[in-house]
C-alpha cells in the first residue's frame, strides 16, 4: 500500500516523512522531531500548531468546527485536528 508523504517546511527547509494514513500532521510531526507546538496537547484550543497547507488540501480530512472556532484561515488547519490520506506539503507558522 502506497504511504502518505508529508513534507514539513521549517523555516524554509524542507523534510519529507512517511506515514501511515489516518495520523494527524502533529502525531506526524511530533514521531519526527519537527517542531510543531502543541500548547493544548492537541485538542483543538490553542491554534500553536497552526500551519499552512502548500500542496495536498485534497488529502486531508475535512476542516471542523475546532480549526473554524480558532480562526485558521483559507489553506490552513490545526495540525492536531488535519489527518493524513495521502501526500501533503505543510508549511509551519510562526505561533
Ligand atoms: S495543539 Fe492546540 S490547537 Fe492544535
Redesign the pocket.
Known sequence: MHMPKVTFIVNGKEQTVETEGGKTL?EIAQAHQIPME????????????KCKIQKGQENLNPRNDREEA?GAGEGER????ASVQGDVTVELLPA
Open positions: 502533529l502543541a500548547s493544548c496537547g492537541g485538542n483543538g484550543f490553542c491554534a500553536t500548531c480558532m490545526l495540525g492536531c485536528q
